[in-house]
């Protein structure tokens, strides 16, 4: 994969805007935002609704997911192109979730939300109609999906990217600073990750930075490009934009994204927690 | 909408006593930009948080102790940064012109 094959700009989503074939869908932390104003064409999918089992803490299954694309309208050979707020955080976690039930042409909107904003670009409230499809999914590709186990596992083994922000990977914050800071797991992260915020990978407008910053910012903080890596935050939505920098547009290899991420890590009995700046040891 | 009132958002269902609020609205000419973002920096300057303005130019963070920056993003705008104190059980209330 490469930048290319995975990410179109504000631009592109503008002059493509109707075609055939190109399906726009914006999926935001605050899942309400689609209704107060959306791109033109977009359809919504809701991460806590659409994306969840509301029974079990994991994903839906691949024929949830089939129902939920066909009544949605999603063909197989759509081009998808999601975009969301915060610098696309959930937009990131569902193009990994399309990944992950095999999806071919999925793209992110460079920028997301805020850029289309910033630039002053048209939202519109009008609701899109779209004809129902017969989507088919894969089996889940668990070659991009890491779970607790695989986590501890690669405790000063693999690489390990904790992409939560400065406090919050020490164990002085224990949510993002714009939620409330209310739960009960332990703070801190798992030895020998080594910190690298999310935000790092992007401009202030939410956009990418160069693949040649973003190759510098890895070689810098020593990720060790013969290993796999595991990128994990706290519910797994952060994680997935950088998963996203690492495989799609770098083109790392064995690159996993940990959904479970902190919310479960810091929540299980008897695993080794670190807290603090530095990493700490195996 | 988040409740605004006049000289500040509603707290209503925070529990102030055990957060550090940061909190402030965003205006252009005196008018509230609802369609600003407002970035919340350590002291470090590494992002920490970001939130959409809403549609009355009212913004609100859980921060921790100590000191931060607020970098506001609006369209036709330059950024502007504001630092801020924060302390458990205290409200920082910030007005950010753009």
């Given at each position: 994969m490469s930048r290319a094959d995975s990410l179109v700009s504000t631009q592109w989503v503008e002059d493509n805007?109707?075609?055939?074939?190109v399906v726009l869908i914006e999926v935001d932390e605050d899942t309400t935002s689609y209704d107060k104003g959306h791109i033109k064409g977009a359809i919504k999918l809701d991460w806590?609704?659409?994306?969840?089992d509301q029974v079990r803490r994991d994903f839906v299954s691949k024929a949830q997911f089939e129902a939920l694309l066909s009544e949605r309208g999603v063909a197989n050979d759509d081009t998808v192109v999601l975009y969301g707020g915060n610098n696309n955080w959930f937009a990131a976690y569902a193009y990994w979730y399309f990944k992950l039930y095999g999806h071919q042409d999925v793209k992110l909107m460079d920028g997301g939300r805020k850029k289309w904003e910033l630039d002053s670009r048209e939202l519109t409230d009008e609701l899109p109609t779209r004809a129902a499809t017969s989507y088919t999914a894969q089996e889940?590709?668990?070659?991009?999906r890491a779970f607790r186990d695989d986590a501890v596992a690669a405790i000063g083994v693999q690489n390990l990217i904790d992409v939560r922000s400065p406090d919050e990977y020490a164990g002085r914050l224990l949510a993002p600073a714009h939620l409330p800071q209310e739960q009960s797991q332990r703070a801190g992260h798992v030895p020998t990750s080594l910190n690298v915020p999310w935000s790092k990978n992007c401009n202030d407008d939410g956009t990418f930075k160069s693949d040649d910053d973003l190759k510098a910012l890895y070689a810098e903080v020593g990720i060790d490009d013969s290993k796999d890596t595991i990128a994990l935050c706290r519910i797994g939505e952060r994680s997935s934009l950088t998963w996203f920098v690492l495989?799609?547009?770098?083109?790392?290899?064995n690159v996993k994204n940990y959904d479970g991420s902190w919310t479960e890590y810091g929540s299980l009995v008897g695993v080794p927690i670190a807290l603090g700046d530095e990493p700490g040891d195996a | 909408m988040c409740g605004a009132t006049a000289g500040g958002l509603s707290l209503d269902g925070v529990n102030v006593a055990k957060e550090a609020v940061v909190q402030g609205q965003v205006t252009r000419d005196g008018e509230p930009v609802g369609n600003a973002y407002v970035r919340l920096l350590d002291?470090?300057?590494?992002?920490t948080a970001e939130v959409p303005t809403s549609a009355t130019g009212h913004f609100r963070f859980f921060a921790g102790e100590g000191q931060w920056t607020l970098r506001t993003l609006a369209p036709k705008a330059e950024p502007v940064d504001k630092v801020v104190h924060a302390a458990i059980g205290s409200v920082a209330e910030v007005q950010v012109a753009i």
């Amino acid at each position: 994969m490469s930048r290319a094959d995975s990410l179109v700009s504000t631009q592109w989503v503008e002059d493509n805007l109707g075609a055939d074939g190109v399906v726009l869908i914006e999926v935001d932390e605050d899942t309400t935002s689609y209704d107060k104003g959306h791109i033109k064409g977009a359809i919504k999918l809701d991460w806590t609704t659409d994306l969840q089992d509301q029974v079990r803490r994991d994903f839906v299954s691949k024929a949830q997911f089939e129902a939920l694309l066909s009544e949605r309208g999603v063909a197989n050979d759509d081009t998808v192109v999601l975009y969301g707020g915060n610098n696309n955080w959930f937009a990131a976690y569902a193009y990994w979730y399309f990944k992950l039930y095999g999806h071919q042409d999925v793209k992110l909107m460079d920028g997301g939300r805020k850029k289309w904003e910033l630039d002053s670009r048209e939202l519109t409230d009008e609701l899109p109609t779209r004809a129902a499809t017969s989507y088919t999914a894969q089996e889940q590709d668990r070659s991009i999906r890491a779970f607790r186990d695989d986590a501890v596992a690669a405790i000063g083994v693999q690489n390990l990217i904790d992409v939560r922000s400065p406090d919050e990977y020490a164990g002085r914050l224990l949510a993002p600073a714009h939620l409330p800071q209310e739960q009960s797991q332990r703070a801190g992260h798992v030895p020998t990750s080594l910190n690298v915020p999310w935000s790092k990978n992007c401009n202030d407008d939410g956009t990418f930075k160069s693949d040649d910053d973003l190759k510098a910012l890895y070689a810098e903080v020593g990720i060790d490009d013969s290993k796999d890596t595991i990128a994990l935050c706290r519910i797994g939505e952060r994680s997935s934009l950088t998963w996203f920098v690492l495989k799609e547009l770098l083109g790392h290899q064995n690159v996993k994204n940990y959904d479970g991420s902190w919310t479960e890590y810091g929540s299980l009995v008897g695993v080794p927690i670190a807290l603090g700046d530095e990493p700490g040891d195996a | 909408m988040c409740g605004a009132t006049a000289g500040g958002l509603s707290l209503d269902g925070v529990n102030v006593a055990k957060e550090a609020v940061v909190q402030g609205q965003v205006t252009r000419d005196g008018e509230p930009v609802g369609n600003a973002y407002v970035r919340l920096l350590d002291r470090s300057g590494e992002f920490t948080a970001e939130v959409p303005t809403s549609a009355t130019g009212h913004f609100r963070f859980f921060a921790g102790e100590g000191q931060w920056t607020l970098r506001t993003l609006a369209p036709k705008a330059e950024p502007v940064d504001k630092v801020v104190h924060a302390a458990i059980g205290s409200v920082a209330e910030v007005q950010v012109a753009i």
